[in-house]
């Protein structure tokens, strides 16, 4: 939908839908979720929009690649009910996230980095760098406080001992699980490459290789994708940023 619509001029749903790709029910959709400013009515009852609301549209539709549905939503909800310092607070927690988002990653790398090829026989159970070892006693850890450590629920880590990425050993005397030094970093491997939006069965051949201390290049390709994902949800949130100030200028 072009900018030069003039202020005055009405358009109809389906006039809205069609210049962005959407179903006139994505329209209503959006404005019974706020996402658009009411629309006004004719004396029948249909109802009719605004160039204002087609800014809102391509405001919210910009918005969405680099925040996530569920957060434009809130953005506009909050700038159409007259929160512009709401909307600029969800703002800064995306971008908060990509920063803590790249850190994850650094830290994965960081971590590869300081991997270094062992022995045959040690392979697959090396010592864990510094910056992702726990703090264990000599036997290592229980799964309780390796799970409070990574900030999730032990269960999530017995899921992830189904699906091969971490393989604690069993007390002799108490049959609880153990986590060594190489579990807990396979562990925290784990945790960033969930963090940075992979599958359990993605990680799994990655953490193989980890293990391995050698061929990483599949590890490599994923942390080259890791960069290009978190490059494109930057510029995302820039395109989202010029087209909501459009709309806010649009607003008055």
């Known amino acids: ?7 005055g001029e ?33 004396p029948h009852g249909y109802r009719t929009y605004t160039p204002l609301h087609a800014g ?55 971590a590869l980095r300081d991997l270094e090829p062992t022995t045959a026989h040690e392979r697959g159970r090396e010592s864990a760098p510094a910056a992702l070892t726990a703090v264990s006693g000599p036997g290592g850890t229980f799964i309780g406080p ?10 999530t880590l017995r899921k992830w001992e189904r699906a091969g990425l971490v393989r604690p050993h069993r007390d002799p005397l108490t049959g609880y699980r153990v986590y060594d030094e190489a579990d807990v970093r ?5 945790h960033q490459l969930r963090r940075g939006g992979y599958l359990l069965e993605q990680i799994a051949p990655l953490i193989a290789q980890v293990r391995a201390a050698g061929g990483l290049e599949p590890l490599e390709s994923a942390l080259r994708d890791w960069h290009g994902r978190l490059s494109a949800r930057g510029r995302a949130m820039l395109a989202g940023a010029a087209e909501l100030e459009a709309y806010l200028r649009e607003r008055g």
């Open 56 to 110: 809102a549209l391509r405001a919210f539709l910009a918005l969405v690649p680099g925040h996530g549905h569920r957060t434009a939503t809130s953005i506009m909800r909050a700038v159409n009910q007259g929160a512009a310092d709401e909307a600029f607070r969800l703002i800064d927690e995306s971008h908060a996230q990509l920063l803590e988002d790249r850190r994850t990653l650094q830290a994965v790398e960081s």
């Open 146 to 155: 390796l799970a409070d450590q990574l900030g999730i629920r032990p269960a």
């Open 10 to 42: 009405r358009l109809r749903p389906v006039d809205l839908a069609r210049g962005h790709g959407l179903s006139t029910q994505a329209v209503r959709n959006y404005e019974e979720a706020g996402i658009l400013p009411a629309a006004g009515r004719t």
């Open 1 to 7: 939908m072009g900018r030069n619509l003039q202020s």
């Open 186 to 190: 396979d562990a925290r491997l784990a």
